[in-house]
């Protein structure tokens, strides 16, 4: 999903101020250590969230911690894309210096197929990785949102609308704020996508062929 380089933070609650000193630090690491503990299907079961909440964009506290999405090729209808703010839980351990915000590109497709999708979380030491799509049947979403920090790609847009309030767009049935500056396509198509992602939500999302599994290597 093509990035915005004019992308603008709308207003999210107030930063909470995160714990300093060595006391928040080796909370930090005791917690990501024990995330190594988690079976490997509660933790896919967090990657791959399967929300009804798709068309209404990410409704959940983010965890914070990243994880990269590649795909050889996107296709896509109803495509939108603007700034917006992801929320970590109060006092997360990974607040750092962010007050337990992230700011973001969110990008929103209505109908999009993938083709050899691949997702990594890098757990410390370790990375979780969930593959699908590799095959003649596509990965396929619906009302599909991404809340990004990092995208690349070779994209083309059809009909592509540059400027618009994110709180009017109608392409994929997903609003931001009033006064936030957004755009809008009737298709997408992106070519070696890839995305650092904080939160993905979609109304369906059917993975063919998946894949999971512990590597020394991310995507």
């Known amino acids: ?3 915005s380089s004019d992308a603008t933070a709308s207003t999210g609650p107030t930063p909470v101020n995160p714990e300093s000193g060595s006391d928040r630090r080796g909370r930090v690491r005791l917690r990501r250590s024990a995330v190594m ?5 509660a933790i896919a079961a967090g990657l791959m969230i399967l929300t009804a909440q798709g068309a209404l964009g ?16 996107l296709n896509g209808t109803g495509f939108e894309q603007f700034g917006n ?3 970590m839980a109060e006092d997360s351990p990974n607040a ?7 700011l973001v590109v969110t990008s929103a497709i209505k ?24 095959g003649s049947d596509k990965v396929q979403a619906t ?21 618009n309030d994110a709180s009017t767009l109608d392409k994929a049935g997903v609003q931001g704020n009033k006064g936030v500056f ?23 999302f059917k993975l063919p062929g998946l894949k999971l599994r512990f590597s020394g290597t991310g995507c």
């Open 1 to 3: 999903m093509a990035s």
């Open 37 to 41: 503990a988690v079976p490997a299907t």
């Open 182 to 204: 957004s755009q809008q396509a009737d298709t997408v198509h992106i070519g070696n996508l890839r995305q650092t992602n904080y939160a993905t939500t979609a109304a369906v």
């Open 58 to 73: 990410v409704q959940f506290a983010i965890s914070g911690m990243p994880f990269v999405v590649t795909a050889t090729e």
């Open 111 to 134: 109908n999009a197929t993938l083709t050899k999708l691949c997702q990594s979380v890098d757990l410390g030491g370790t990375n979780l990785v969930i593959t699908a799509g590799g």
């Open 143 to 163: 009302d599909l949102t991404t809340d990004s920090t990092e995208l690349s790609g070779d994209a083309s847009f059809g009909n592509i609308e540059i400027g």
């Open 85 to 87: 703010l992801d929320n």
């Open 96 to 102: 750092g210096d962010t007050g337990g915000q992230v």
